[in-house]
């Protein structure tokens, strides 16, 4: 099922989520229902705050940026099968030069910026099994997972922009927190409180 994405101004979006077990609610069904979310609104990552949920979950599948030319052959394979589930996650080390990169996030549509991020990330995590995992990965890969931990953090891309990009924008996230937008995805907005 289709969830609708919460909107920038949503309380949940600033809460630190919380761990959970394998006796979660029908978390099966919750993984399922943010796969179809993520994949109908474009996305190439989807965290639990942005359906509502303060817990520390989140999927990605880089699939998308495997179509760009521009990239070594390794790296677009690698991204092509980079589909994952991350439940109770802990990046324990970032590492490497920052670099930026135009990041957007389903939450708060029509803004794209520039954020600079470190190129390298070690994570632990359990999967959909509660598997543990620890990964090391780079490039696209880190970054996408790095934006999604934020979200399970309580911190959107946009807290990673100067100043004056955020002046500039602010026009832009209050409409969005008041439903003045016509995203191509359902989205919850926090004023509204549906759509």
């Not at 990046?91 to 490497?96: H, N, T």
């Not at 409409?175 to 509204?192: H, T």
Request: hydrophobic share 40%; aromatic share 8%.
């Amino acid at each position: 099922m289709i969830l609708p994405v919460i909107a920038y101004g949503d309380s949940v979006l600033r809460k630190v989520g919380i761990n959970i077990d394998k006796d979660y609610p029908n978390l099966e069904e919750l993984i399922e229902n943010m796969k179809e979310t993520m994949i109908s609104a474009q996305g190439v990552g989807l965290a639990a705050p942005q359906i509502g949920k303060a817990i520390r979950l989140f999927i990605v599948d880089t699939s998308p940026f495997a179509e760009d030319d521009e990239l070594e052959d390794e790296e677009r394979a690698f991204l092509k099968d980079f589909k994952k589930v991350f439940i109770n996650a802990k990046i324990i080390k970032e590492e490497g030069d920052e670099w930026p990169f135009t990041e957007g996030c389903l939450s708060i549509p029509d803004i794209r910026e520039d954020v600079f991020r470190q190129e390298k990330v070690t994570i632990e995590y359990v999967d959909e099994n509660f598997e543990k995992h620890t990964d090391v990965l780079d490039g696209l890969a880190a970054r996408v997972v790095q934006h999604e931990y934020d979200h399970i953090e309580g911190i959107l891309f946009t807290d990673k922009i100067s100043s004056l990009k955020k002046r500039l924008i602010k026009k832009k996230l209050e409409n969005i927190s008041k439903g003045k937008i016509s995203p191509d995805y359902r989205m919850k907005f926090p004023q509204l409180k549906k759509k």
